[in-house]
Structures are given as C-alpha cells and as structure tokens.
C-alpha cells in the first residue's frame, strides 16, 4: 500500500516551491508524483494542426519525488507523516502518525 495516493492533499517541504499546497493527479513513477499547480515549468511547443494544438509557450507541471511531499492534516493545519495500520478485520489503512486517524480515501 502507498502512503500518498491520487486524489490526497500534500504539502511541498523541500524545493523551489517550498510551503505550497496541491492534490496529486497522478502517479508518475514508482516514487516520483504529479502534483496539481506545483514544479510548473515552461515549454516551447511547437504547433500540430493534425491534434488541433496550437504553438508557443505552454505551462506544464513536471514530476517532483515523494520524498520532498508530505501530506496535509486538516485537524492541524500542517503537514503530517503517513502510517499504515492492519485493522483487526486484516484489512491495511493508512493513519496520520501524529493523532492516529484514519484518513478518507477520496476513491
């Protein structure tokens, strides 16, 4: 089981975009995510009137790596690590490691 999954609020803690906040869209590799409005860089793109897509400069978000992610707690307003805890009934949910909730699986 990952600790940070689509659809979770996370927290920039290392990088250029330190301290901002977005929603991971999708998983880019095993251990690098994208994240939505976050490592936003510039990108010269050609035109192609075959796909109806037109030239110049575009904004495009680039991977960053879960390591330089944590996610967001809104009990505390802060970012919070991850824990993953078997429930009695065996089935594995991930904690917030500073209060022990439960977090909502946005699924």
Do not use: C, W
């Amino acid at each position: 089981m990952k600790k940070l999954i689509k659809g979770d609020e996370v927290i920039v803690i290392a990088g250029k975009d330190k301290g901002k906040k977005g929603v991971i869209t999708e998983r880019f590799s095993n251990d690098r995510l994208i994240v939505e409005g976050i490592n936003q860089v510039k990108k010269h793109q050609k035109p192609n009137p075959n796909n109806n897509e037109t030239g110049g400069i575009v904004s495009k978000s680039m991977p960053i790596h879960q390591s330089n992610l944590a996610i967001y707690n809104p009990e505390t307003q802060k970012a919070d690590k991850v824990s993953i805890k078997e429930l009695d009934t065996g089935e594995k949910v991930r904690v917030f490691s500073s209060s022990g909730s439960q977090l909502q699986t946005s699924k």
